[in-house]
């Protein structure tokens, strides 16, 4: 994870950005591809550790 901003982080998995976690309240949301301007939102957690999951297993068909 890198932090690009106090209230967003980059998620990388072996070199790779997954997406992007940015806290909107208290929400962290989800957005899932690897630039932040045409990242998708895939969710919407109250959890920053369930934000991070739901794009790792949203990403996990493209490592078989």
Request: no cysteine; glycine share 4%; proline share 2%.
């Amino acid at each position: 994870m890198t932090t690009l901003r106090p209230d967003l982080v980059e998620v990388s998995s072996a070199q790779r950005v997954l997406g992007f976690v940015e806290v909107v309240d208290h929400v962290f949301v989800s957005l899932a591809g690897s630039r932040y301007d045409i990242a998708v939102e895939v969710t919407q957690q109250i959890d920053f550790t369930r934000a991070l999951t739901a794009l790792q297993e949203g990403n996990s068909d493209d490592d078989r």
